[in-house]
């Protein structure tokens, strides 16, 4: 037996597989090293750092001792009425760290200020290390988190939640997700987040969406920290606008504070509508995301639209409602340059309310790619600049795609069309230039090839464009045929309402317009 106790000065060099088995250069200098006879497997315990980890975490492997056999080593507790066990756990728990990556500081710093990993059974920490890497938290992001949060190797909380997630979810909620919450989240603030969970659940989120939801929130701030009755005053409070719905299209409601962010920015959308709840419902079912801005953000754009396009409370709650990203677009880079292009086109306060309501996506449009394009094509055709008439067509094209603009008009002019047609067509029915290229060259086949009428008549009737094929134009085609032949109004017979269509003796036809 060697038998020999070495200095806590002692060099890790001196033995040379300590160098290989720990990353250090040096003993802690609370412990000192003991060798003598006795087998230690090194490879079997810490083989499995360096496999892939299993999909959930097995059984706790019992312990087994840490070094090669044919050399023996304690690293020994300076305590003095230490056991030889609890030495000899000791010396594994530390080496076992110094295989994770920990360095010597490091490791010191933990087991120092730790009295409850120090006494910990090597088992419990093993097997806490095995799911922490069998959801993905593993090398550097796995001795940040135990070094930050060394208590969740330790504490018994942490047990029901790896066995709620594990378990109940199926192992389903994020490796980043789980990482933030042991990251942030002291311990004891797991308890209870199974019965939160439930709470979600009972409320009315569908079990397939609930996955979903926690990999989405933050979890420390909309379950962990939060009490469940917080968590249920804000679905109850949710309710009058969608609730559940609500929740499920922007699960990030969750983690705003019912008191300070949620009220307040309900309560500035309530006064701006005049307390009708329904149409805020509209708004946040559009967009639930509107409540990620501050009450003060809100009223800072409402008074933009008060003060600069000239707009009244009740006309920018309406421009809300068609468009609630006005809160998104910047006042200074959006707002303020479209409106006041428009005023440059001669448009007043009432015309500016029309145009915001009717194509309000004009206000979030790039200006580069998509509004510059756009007037270029219009200008193209004859339309002139600042005037009403090319406002009016610009907000017409707002909800095509400038490629589609362009194959409308490519389309228009290989049937024999000029510019000047289509700047006739355009402000008789300015719809024209949005309509899908494919469905108006199926149309335009249609009148020349079944109808057998001439393509000029779109001169006279653009809107004949506007209308469903299927179920609008042949169908009645079809019907009148039989009665008139091929020559009737394109007008007449379009226009006319279903009711009278159907009076004059034949099968009424649903009215779909496009």
């Known amino acids: 037996m060697v038998g020999l106790l070495a200095s806590s000065k002692t060099p890790c060099h001196s033995f040379p597989f300590l160098e290989s088995l720990l990353p250090y250069k040096q003993i802690n200098s609370r412990f000192s090293i003991s060798i003598y006879s006795s087998a230690f497997h090194h490879k079997e315990c810490f083989s499995f750092l360096n496999n892939k980890a299993p999909k959930f975490p097995p059984k706790p492997i019992s312990r087994q001792a840490c070094f090669q056999s044919g050399e023996r080593v304690l690293i020994k507790c300076s305590c003095v009425n230490s056991s030889l066990s609890s030495q000899t756990e000791m010396g594994m728990l530390f080496s076992f760290f110094g295989v994770l990556g920990l360095d010597e500081a490091e490791i010191e710093v933990l087991l120092d200020k730790n009295s409850a990993l120090m006494s910990a059974s090597l088992d419990l920490v093993r097997a806490r290390i095995l799911f922490f890497q069998s959801v993905g938290i593993d090398g550097f992001p796995l001795c940040l988190l135990i070094t930050k949060r060394p208590n969740v190797l330790t504490a018994e909380e942490v047990d029901h939640f790896i066995s709620f997630v594990v378990d109940d979810l199926e192992g389903k909620i994020e490796a980043s997700q789980l990482e933030r919450v042991f990251t942030t989240v002291e311990p004891r603030f797991l308890a209870g987040f199974d019965q939160k969970v439930k709470l979600l659940l009972e409320r009315g989120v569908p079990e397939e969406k609930i996955v979903h939801i926690l990999n989405t929130v933050n979890l420390s701030k909309a379950l962990c ?102 809160f998104s677009a910047s006042r200074d880079r959006k707002l303020y340059p479209r409106i006041q292009f428009l005023k440059e086109c001669g448009l007043d306060s009432e015309d500016l309310f029309r145009f915001l309501t009717k194509a309000p996506l004009f206000l979030g449009h790039s200006f580069d790619d998509n509004i510059a394009h756009k007037l270029v094509y219009l200008i193209k055709i004859g ?130 317009e496009e």
């Not at 967009?287 to 409370?313: I, T």
């Not at 355009?426 to 249609?446: G, R």
């Open 225 to 326: 920290t939060r009490p469940a009755e917080e968590i249920d005053r804000t679905i109850t409070f949710l309710s009058r606008f969608g609730g559940i719905d609500l929740i499920v299209k922007r699960p990030k409601l969750l983690n705003y504070d019912m008191e300070s962010q949620l009220i307040p920015r309900v309560g500035f959308l309530m006064k701006l509508g005049r307390g009708d709840e329904d149409a805020i419902g509209t708004v946040l079912t559009k967009l639930p995301a509107v409540l990620n801005y501050s009450a003060e953000h809100m009223k800072n754009h409402a008074e933009f639209l008060r003060s600069f396009a000239g707009l009244n409370d009740e006309e920018i709650f309406k421009v809300v409602v068609a468009y609630p990203n006005v």
């Open 383 to 512: 339309y002139r600049y600042r005037t009403k008439d090319l406002a009016v067509a610009m907000g017409s094209v707002t909800r095509t795609s400038c490629q589609n603009m362009q194959k409308v008009l490519g389309l228009f002019l290989s049937y024999g069309f000029s510019y000047e047609d289509l700047l006739a067509m355009s402000k008789k029915h300015p719809q024209i230039l949005q309509y899908n290229c494919v469905s108006l060259e199926k149309k335009m086949e249609y009148l020349i090839g079944e109808m057998g009428r001439e393509i000029e008549e779109l001169l006279a009737f653009p809107a004949f464009l506007g209308y469903k094929l299927d179920d609008r134009i042949k169908a009645r085609y079809e019907s009148r045929r039989k009665i008139l032949g091929g020559g009737m109004s394109l007008n007449k017979l379009l226009t006319v309402s279903s009711e009278r269509f159907s009076q004059r003796g034949e099968t009424p036809v649903h009215v779909i």
